[in-house]
């Protein structure tokens, strides 16, 4: 398989950011990881196509590992997933090895993966290939395994159902027939898509499932996870509450998983600076372009419950529109890193989402829509270009 043939089966990032496959792979890494840290809550995604697909996730794995030339593998895994793990370890050997990380969120940051696994940290502004390493979720590796233009997609069905699911469904296809297949256990309930930590909320369930959906998770209406998203709903919101409410008691920053990395994010900077920038004078802190969006400093560490990680998606806003760049010097990884873990279980509690059923079992629904609508703008970069134009008939040749 080659370059070429990835970008023209169109696979891109299923991990949630969309990265082109094609762009990435061009580079000379020593080392390929698979991204199989599945660190959101709820969702069980990855590890059900590890244990339904594993040769074809291994096959992709050794294609990139080829084409990039890498000399060494590594799966990225939480230790808790035993049988996935000896599966996995009964199927590998030579350069591509198992790597059993702590269950702790955001396990599957690239830049915390790289160092739970090699130890290697990624400076500020860096990129994976800096230090030798390409990160690659397990869906991706699935797809480039399959060798097919890609028009259908792993979700993650979680909440507030009767029975969570792993289903796979045609790229193009709405939220509302999705779910129209399962069982909403609460009368007034909300969606959101890509996971509880980093997704959104939707208020338009005809969207329809990109290349990039992780997940839909229903919640009920009424749910603490949601009270938090609809109060930090637009940037006015979460300005109007930092001028009211930060004591800059800084946990936000001591708790962030990029920082005790030696990234230079300080979501505490961030919301002072929006205490007291205006529109005239932005005050900026540079480093917190380094921030990964994981959003633990807002749902997990403020005892306030103010929004930092809104303050610092702001000021990351301002730094790419004034084009400025992180001139520190070379930080290493904090003293007390491996004393500021947070644990998956202790986040769900926090989350509120003990409640549900926490499994996904990977389940055939056969879908078969009518219609799909497939978005042009499903990856990073610039939208796609049709190669087809309205009214013309086309067939799934797969």
């Known amino acids: 398989m080659t370059l070429n043939e990835i970008e023209n089966n169109g696979i891109i990032g299923a991990g949630g950011a969309g990265f082109p496959t094609h762009v990435k792979l061009n580079s000379n890494p020593d080392t390929i990881i698979m991204n199989a840290a599945e660190c959101e809550p709820l969702l069980h995604k990855d590890m059900e196509l590890i244990l339904n697909y594993s040769d074809e996730i291994l096959n992709g ?5 080829e084409i990039t030339g890498a000399k060494d593998g590594i799966i990225g895994i939480k230790e808790k997933h035993k049988h996935e793990i000896e599966l996995l370890n009964s199927k590998v050997s030579g350069n591509i090895r198992v790597k059993p990380i702590e269950d702790i969120y955001p396990a599957g940051d690239e830049v915390t993966l790289i160092y739970m696994t090699t130890k290697r940290v990624v400076q500020p502004g860096a990129i994976p ?4 390493c390409v990160v690659q979720n397990v869906e991706t590796l699935f797809n480039i395994g399959m060798n097919k233009p890609i028009i259908e997609k792993f979700i993650a069905v979680a909440g507030a159902v009767e029975n969570p699911a792993t289903i796979k469904v045609p790229v193009g296809i709405s939220f509302a027939e999705v779910l129209s297949n399962f069982k909403i256990t609460v009368k007034d309930y909300v969606v959101r898509s890509g996971g509880m930590m980093m997704g959104v909320l939707e208020k338009d369930l005809n969207k329809v499932v990109s290349k ?4 839909l998770i229903v919640l009920p209406s009424d749910h603490h996870s949601v009270k938090v998203y609809n109060r930090f709903a637009t940037e006015h919101d979460t300005e109007r509450i930092a001028k009211a409410g930060c004591d800059q008691c800084s946990y936000c920053t001591e708790m962030c998983p990029r920082y005790l990395l030696g990234q230079p994010v300080r979501p505490e900077t961030a919301m002072r600076n929006r205490m007291f920038s205006n529109q005239d004078q932005p005050m900026i ?14 749902m ?4 306030e419950g103010l929004n930092p990680r ?4 702001i000021e990351k806003k301002l730094i790419r529109q004034k084009n400025l760049k992180w001139n520190g010097k070379e930080i290493p990884v904090h003293p007390m890193y491996d004393y500021r873990k947070v644990p998956t279980q202790k986040l769900k509690q926090r989350i509120d989402v003990l409640r549900f059923k926490d499994d996904g079992p990977l389940t055939d629904l056969g879908f078969n829509p009518e219609i799909v609508r497939i978005p042009l703008n499903q990856h990073l970069g610039a939208p796609a270009m049709p190669v087809v134009i309205e009214g013309q008939v086309v067939k799934n040749m797969i």
């Open 61 to 65: 794995f050794k294609t990139v590992m």
């Open 129 to 132: 290939i800096s230090v030798g």
């Open 212 to 215: 990039q959906t992780g997940a």
């Open 285 to 298: 802190f540079a480093g917190n372009f380094s921030c990964c969006e994981c959003n633990l400093c807002t």
């Open 300 to 303: 997990y560490s403020c005892p």
């Open 310 to 313: 809104g303050a610092t998606m």
